[in-house]
């Protein structure tokens, strides 16, 4: 049974700094795995996904990486500022044909000024 | 900006009450999720449709009912609400294919008392 988890659950930095949010997931052989945004009483916003055969993606200061055979991923953040402070959820996708994508459950980051 | 739909966004109600939880998108997506989240855990598929008159139940057991008549519209009904139900209901779409980035809603925050 996939399982995904998210470390640190929580996390709190000062404005400007780079940070790491890491995601592992138990069975390697996965589609895609997709990086989310989630404000408070708020929907999710995808901001990256990467393929299996990819290893990563870039968005403005967001970096996501993948390692699938170590089960591992890692969004990397760039310069932080107050707005990014939000849950960032990690999620796989099991297969092409599968339609769950598992979750983690996040990791709630705070940016202070 | 994804243009997905949710009402009402807060619902308070009694125990028994059937309720209905109503989800449209505007940008034609195939396939549609209803999700279901508590406070700091993941987030777990209830309902999916792939297309009109197609639902299918998730891997997470609900007493909840889709339909799906259109193609824009996924309501979820709960027949007789209890405090057990009390949770935030996120909708989701996705076009088919390669990738399959997944929109959400800004969900619906339901407590029965």
């Known amino acids: 049974k996939q399982e995904v988890t998210q470390i640190p659950a929580a996390l709190s930095v000062p404005e400007g700094e780079n940070l790491v949010l890491n995601c592992s997931f138990t069975?390697?052989?996965?589609?895609?795995l997709q990086w989310f945004r989630q404000d408070p009483g708020k929907g999710l916003t995808s901001l990256l996904l990467?393929?299996?055969?990819?290893r990563e993606q870039t968005s403005g200061r967001l970096n996501a990486s993948l390692d699938k055979s170590s089960g591992r991923s890692t969004l990397y953040i760039a310069a932080s500022q107050p707005g990014d402070s939000a849950t960032y959820l990690c999620?796989?996708?099991?297969?092409?044909?599968?339609?769950?994508?598992?979750f983690g459950k996040g990791t709630t980051l705070s940016v202070s000024s | 900006e994804a243009d997905i739909y949710q009402t009402p966004r807060y619902l308070v109600i009694g125990t028994g009450k059937k309720i209905t939880l109503e989800c449209s998108q505007t940008?034609?997506?195939?396939?549609m999720y209803w999700y279901q989240q508590d406070p700091g855990m993941e987030l777990h598929l209830i309902h999916y449709?792939?297309?009109?008159?197609?639902?299918e139940k998730g891997d997470l057991s609900s007493e909840s009912t889709v339909s799906r008549i259109r193609t824009e519209h996924f309501p979820l009904t709960l027949e007789s609400a209890r405090p057990s139900h009390t949770s935030q209901y996120l909708c989701?779409?996705?076009?088919?294919?390669?990738?399959?980035?997944?929109?959400f809603g800004s969900g619906t925050q339901l407590s029965v008392l």
């Open positions: 989701a779409s996705s076009v088919g294919g390669e990738g399959e980035k997944l929109f």
């Open positions: 069975d390697s052989a996965i589609y895609n």
């Open positions: 990467i393929q299996s055969s990819q």
């Open positions: 999620a796989v996708k099991r297969n092409q044909a599968g339609t769950a994508l598992i």
């Open positions: 940008m034609g997506h195939d396939k």
């Open positions: 449709s792939y297309g009109v008159n197609s639902t």
